[in-house]
Each structure stands twice: as structure tokens, then as C-alpha cells.
């Protein structure tokens, strides 16, 4: 199944938690190899000729793992290919990212209006990130009756800019392509369409909602989105918590609960021993599960790593993403044999044994719109040391005397993203790590929180019901 980080999460969980508040929730997806692969047996709903090229497209029926149902937009031309959803196998932009994204957004369109093939009619179309903004802006150009639209902005850096010619070769009208349309800088702005003809927009937590009407994290679309603040709204991810859960994870060496976190060392033996670090259960040992690139304040880890290490402590990171960052990764880890250790890739199993057997997990992000790890971590008593940004301020407590005595402290927060202000940060977490009894007390705050979809989802279902007019 496709899946890509918090947008893949959010696919595959929100509508699983609207459906439990009985709205009628599905999910639409483009037919690559893996979702087709995943899907198994699938039946066929319609069949659809769009756009001049032309595309033949198929409507096959089927179900995600937690029973959602899937509809999949099958076209194997656009789709059916080797490598990511939006790249090559060597990390290029597909060069009809623009098609193929286009006819996703269009056939998403179509479901919400009078011409759909099917008998299910949505009242709500929602939108995740560029690849389905265009929707809203093609319901703009439809005639009612049709769906309200929502877009949600995972992360506004990536927009889905594309050549101009597109606009009249994806069937929208000339005159959309202006300063108040889908132009911006000289390009058609699939996300700006989102922001510009949803009927709300959405972002993945509160903090991240007021960063992006500034200029430094607006990344051009500050100015729109200050406009359209009173249809903007910042609702929280969660996390599935039967996935992410110590006391049931079939992937970790020991499960364990807060009143058996001495167990959590079973799995720190355990992710020494797999990655070849130093058999030394008193050292603390930091988790990184990260995409390697600058917005995650990789470049400043690897500055930051050899003076880590004479802390000391050791580091764990996994993760895939630019290739000098991943170079530079490698680089300090053979300097460091037995402190640091670097996998490249992406691995479920050790992804989930870094939560359950790091001390501390760490997340120096630039920015981070909403992130998830921070809250997987503080399910597994692994306190977070994070850069206090977007989503990171929305679910950690910074550990001082004052939260730590009303019980509210969950992790570690610094404000400037420089190796001195990381370090700064991780040896406040040593020293609490030092004493036990406090540091006890930090990993049972976390792991009493809770970041269920529950609140998320009635939040949407609050959003849905005003748009479609039922409150």
C-alpha cells in the first residue's frame, strides 16, 4: 500500500476513526503497483476517458486493511510503474507528475458531482497535499449540485508547481490561470488551487496553522492563507495506537507497559546488539527515525555528533532521504564505531525497536508541521528532545522543575537550531536520565498521554457536517 509518512498515516487512520462516528468515509487512491498488489481481489465500478491524451482509466472497488473501503483509480500508464509515488528509482520527479496527479485530482472531482458513474455520492471531497488539490478548483468550475471540498496541508513546502501549458490540457479554463487563480511565479500552482477554491482548509496542528500565515514558513502562500484564516483550522494528528503500543508490538524484542519499563532494557540489548553498538546498558542511547534532509535538521545532527558522543552517549539513526546527508551520516558513524550506528533505508521492524529500546529519541526539525514519532516515542517511555516547532510544540511538555512537579513534563524542547542548542538539549536529558526516580516519572507522563484519532476525527466530522449544511 502506498504510504508516506504523516499523509500516509492520516489515509489510512482518519477515515477509519470517521467511520466509527458513522460517516460514510472511503478512501481514493491511485492504482500503483503496491496498492494494487495490497488490494487482492478487486472489482470493477466504471470506466472513464478524460482529458485529450487520452486516459483510459478504470473505478475498481476494494478495502484497505482496517475495512475502509478503497476505491482505486486504475491507470497503468500513469501508475503502474517502478519506484515512489511521485519519483523514479533514482529519486527524479516523474516527469508527468503533473498528468498523473491531474487525473487524480479530476476523477476525485467528478465523484462529488452530478456526471459521477457511481451510485455513492459524497457530499464532502477531502483533499491531502498537492497531488488532490486541484479538485477544489475543478468543483469551482462544476455546476451545483456538487461536494464541498477540505484541504489538508501535510507540508507547504512541497506545492506540485507545474508548466502553465497544463491548465487547458487538464481541462480548466484559461482565464484560472492568474494572479487570483492557479498562477503563482510564472507556474500553475496545483496547491495554491487547494488553498485558494477549498471550502476549508486544514493543517496538521494548531502551531503549524499560525507558522504558515508567516513569511518564513509560508513559502509564498502566506499572504493566501492570512486571507483565508477564518477557513483555516489547525486539528492534530494522531497515532494508531494499536500499531504503536508496548504492551502488544510483535516487532519489539519484550513488550512492556509503564508499570514494566524495566523491560525496556531487553530492547535496548536488543537494538545494540542488532546495530553492533557498545553492549553498555548505563550509556544513553538516542533514536533518530527521520527523512535525511535538511528540513529535519539532519546537516545539524551530523555537526552536532561527535561531541554527542564524548557526552556520552550513543546514537541510533534510520532512516533515507538526501543522498550527501546520508553520506555525511555514514561518515561520522565509521568514525564512531560502536557509538553511532546509521541504517540507510526503511525498515518497520527496526523503526519500532528504536522506539521501544532508545533512552531518548530526538527530532531536530527546522520545521514539522505536525510529526508523529515524537508521539510514538512518548508511548514508549522514550522522551522526545525536539526542536520546539509546528506539531512538536503541540504534544511535548519541556521537562523543568515546574512540569516535572505537576506532572505534565514529557520532553525536551529547544528553541534555535544550531549543534550548541541541540547539545544543550541532550545533556539536559542526560542529567534527568542520571536521576532515576525523575527520570521514571518523565517516561510515565508520556506514556500516560493519549494521541488517539478520536479528537481529530470529530473535529473533521464537525467541519464536514457544517459544509455540507446539516448543523
Given at each position: 500500500?502506498?504510504?508516506?509518512?504523516?499523509?500516509?498515516?492520516?489515509?489510512?487512520?482518519?477515515?477509519?476513526?470517521?467511520?466509527?462516528?458513522?460517516?460514510?468515509?472511503?478512501?481514493?487512491?491511485?492504482?500503483?503497483?503496491?496498492?494494487?498488489?495490497?488490494?487482492?481481489?478487486?472489482?470493477?465500478?466504471?470506466?472513464?476517458?478524460?482529458?485529450?491524451?487520452?486516459?483510459?482509466?478504470?473505478?475498481?472497488?476494494?478495502?484497505?486493511?482496517?475495512?475502509?473501503?478503497?476505491?482505486?483509480?486504475?491507470?497503468?500508464?500513469?501508475?503502474?510503474?517502478?519506484?515512489?509515488?511521485?519519483?523514479?528509482?533514482?529519486?527524479?520527479?516523474?516527469?508527468?507528475?503533473?498528468?498523473?496527479?491531474?487525473?487524480?485530482?479530476?476523477?476525485?472531482?467528478?465523484?462529488?458531482?452530478?456526471?459521477?458513474?457511481?451510485?455513492?455520492?459524497?457530499?464532502?471531497?477531502?483533499?491531502?497535499?498537492?497531488?488532490?488539490?486541484?479538485?477544489?478548483?475543478?468543483?469551482?468550475?462544476?455546476?451545483?449540485?456538487?461536494?464541498?471540498?477540505?484541504?489538508?496541508?501535510?507540508?507547504?513546502?512541497?506545492?506540485?508547481?507545474?508548466?502553465?501549458?497544463?491548465?487547458?490540457?487538464?481541462?480548466?479554463?484559461?482565464?484560472?490561470?492568474?494572479?487570483?487563480?492557479?498562477?503563482?511565479?510564472?507556474?500553475?500552482?496545483?496547491?495554491?488551487?487547494?488553498?485558494?477554491?477549498?471550502?476549508?482548509?486544514?493543517?496538521?496542528?494548531?502551531?503549524?496553522?499560525?507558522?504558515?500565515?508567516?513569511?518564513?514558513?509560508?513559502?509564498?502562500?502566506?499572504?493566501?492563507?492570512?486571507?483565508?484564516?477564518?477557513?483555516?483550522f489547525g486539528i492534530l494528528n494522531g497515532i494508531d495506537t494499536a500499531?504503536?503500543?508496548?504492551?502488544?508490538?510483535?516487532?519489539?524484542?519484550?513488550?512492556?507497559?509503564?508499570s514494566t519499563l524495566d523491560n525496556k532494557l531487553i530492547n535496548k540489548?536488543?537494538?545494540?546488539?542488532?546495530?553492533?553498538?557498545?553492549?553498555?546498558?548505563?550509556?544513553?542511547?538516542?533514536?533518530?527515525?527521520?527523512?535525511?534532509?535538511?528540513?529535519?535538521?539532519?546537516?545539524?545532527?551530523?555537526?552536532?555528533?561527535?561531541?554527542?558522543?564524548?557526552?556520552?552517549?550513543?546514537?541510533?539513526?534510520?532512516?533515507?532521504?538526501?543522498?550527501?546527508?546520508?553520506?555525511?551520516?555514514?561518515?561520522?558513524?565509521?568514525?564512531?564505531?560502536?557509538?553511532?550506528?546509521?541504517?540507510?533505508?526503511?525498515?518497520?521492524?527496526?523503526?519500532?525497536?528504536?522506539?521501544?529500546?532508545?533512552?531518548?529519541?530526538?527530532?531536530?526539525?527546522?520545521?514539522?508541521?505536525?510529526?508523529?514519532?515524537?508521539?510514538?516515542?512518548?508511548?514508549?517511555?522514550?522522551?522526545?528532545?525536539?526542536?520546539?516547532?509546528?506539531?512538536?510544540?503541540?504534544?511535548?511538555?519541556?521537562?523543568?522543575?515546574?512540569?516535572?512537579?505537576?506532572?505534565?513534563?514529557?520532553?525536551?524542547?529547544?528553541?534555535?537550531?544550531?549543534?550548541?542548542?541541540?547539545?544543550?538539549?541532550?545533556?539536559?536529558?542526560?542529567?534527568?536520565?542520571?536521576?532515576?526516580?525523575?527520570?521514571?516519572?518523565?517516561?510515565?507522563?508520556?506514556?500516560?498521554?493519549?494521541?488517539?484519532?478520536?479528537?481529530?476525527?470529530?473535529?473533521?466530522?464537525?467541519?464536514?457536517?457544517?459544509?455540507?449544511?446539516?448543523?
Amino acid at each position: 500500500m502506498a504510504k508516506v509518512g504523516g499523509l500516509g498515516e492520516v489515509s489510512a487512520a482518519l477515515p477509519a476513526a470517521l467511520r466509527e462516528l458513522q460517516v460514510d468515509a472511503r478512501v481514493l487512491l491511485p492504482g500503483y503497483s503496491g496498492v494494487l498488489a495490497a488490494a487482492g481481489n478487486v472489482r470493477e465500478l466504471a470506466r472513464l476517458t478524460l482529458f485529450d491524451a487520452p486516459y483510459e482509466a478504470r473505478l475498481l472497488m476494494a478495502h484497505l486493511q482496517n475495512g475502509v473501503p478503497l476505491i482505486i483509480l486504475d491507470c497503468p500508464q500513469l501508475y503502474a510503474r517502478a519506484g515512489g509515488p511521485y519519483q523514479n528509482e533514482a529519486g527524479k520527479d516523474w516527469d508527468d507528475n503533473g498528468w498523473r496527479f491531474g487525473l487524480l485530482s479530476k476523477v476525485a472531482a467528478i465523484l462529488g458531482s452530478e456526471s459521477s458513474p457511481l451510485d455513492w455520492r459524497p457530499q464532502i471531497i477531502h483533499c491531502n497535499d498537492w497531488p488532490v488539490a486541484l479538485a477544489p478548483a475543478y468543483l469551482h468550475y462544476t455546476p451545483q449540485p456538487r461536494a464541498a471540498s477540505v484541504v489538508t496541508v501535510h507540508n507547504l513546502a512541497f506545492q506540485g508547481n507545474f508548466d502553465p501549458d497544463l491548465v487547458a490540457a487538464l481541462g480548466l479554463p484559461e482565464s484560472s490561470f492568474a494572479v487570483d487563480g492557479l498562477e503563482f511565479h510564472g507556474r500553475m500552482s496545483f496547491l495554491k488551487a487547494g488553498l485558494l477554491y477549498a471550502d476549508a482548509i486544514t493543517t496538521v496542528s494548531p502551531t503549524y496553522a499560525r507558522e504558515i500565515q508567516s513569511e518564513t514558513l509560508g513559502f509564498g502562500m502566506d499572504g493566501l492563507l492570512h486571507l483565508r484564516r477564518d477557513s483555516l483550522f489547525g486539528i492534530l494528528n494522531g497515532i494508531d495506537t494499536a500499531v504503536w503500543n508496548p504492551e502488544t508490538d510483535p516487532l519489539i524484542a519484550h513488550n512492556y507497559s509503564a508499570s514494566t519499563l524495566d523491560n525496556k532494557l531487553i530492547n535496548k540489548q536488543a537494538l545494540q546488539q542488532r546495530l553492533q553498538l557498545a553492549q553498555e546498558p548505563g550509556i544513553p542511547l538516542l533514536g533518530v527515525v527521520s527523512r535525511f534532509t535538511q528540513q529535519k535538521g539532519i546537516d545539524v545532527l551530523v555537526e552536532a555528533a561527535s561531541r554527542l558522543v564524548e557526552l556520552p552517549v550513543q546514537l541510533v539513526a534510520l532512516g533515507t532521504g538526501e543522498r550527501e546527508l546520508e553520506y555525511a551520516l555514514r561518515t561520522v558513524a565509521a568514525r564512531h564505531p560502536g557509538n553511532i550506528a546509521v541504517a540507510i533505508g526503511y525498515d518497520e521492524n527496526l523503526a519500532h525497536l528504536i522506539e521501544a529500546g532508545a533512552d531518548m529519541f530526538l527530532m531536530p526539525s527546522r520545521f514539522e508541521p505536525c510529526g508523529l514519532n515524537q508521539m510514538y516515542s512518548q508511548r514508549y517511555g522514550t522522551p522526545p528532545i525536539a526542536r520546539a516547532t509546528g506539531g512538536l510544540v503541540d504534544t511535548i511538555v519541556d521537562c523543568n522543575p515546574g512540569t516535572l512537579r505537576n506532572g505534565s513534563a514529557t520532553g525536551f524542547l529547544f528553541n534555535q537550531l544550531t549543534a550548541a542548542e541541540l547539545l544543550s538539549a541532550v545533556r539536559r536529558a542526560v542529567a534527568m536520565y542520571r536521576d532515576r526516580s525523575s527520570w521514571r516519572i518523565l517516561q510515565q507522563n508520556g506514556m500516560a498521554r493519549y494521541f488517539g484519532w478520536d479528537t481529530a476525527a470529530q473535529q473533521y466530522a464537525g467541519i464536514y457536517a457544517r459544509l455540507a449544511g446539516l448543523v
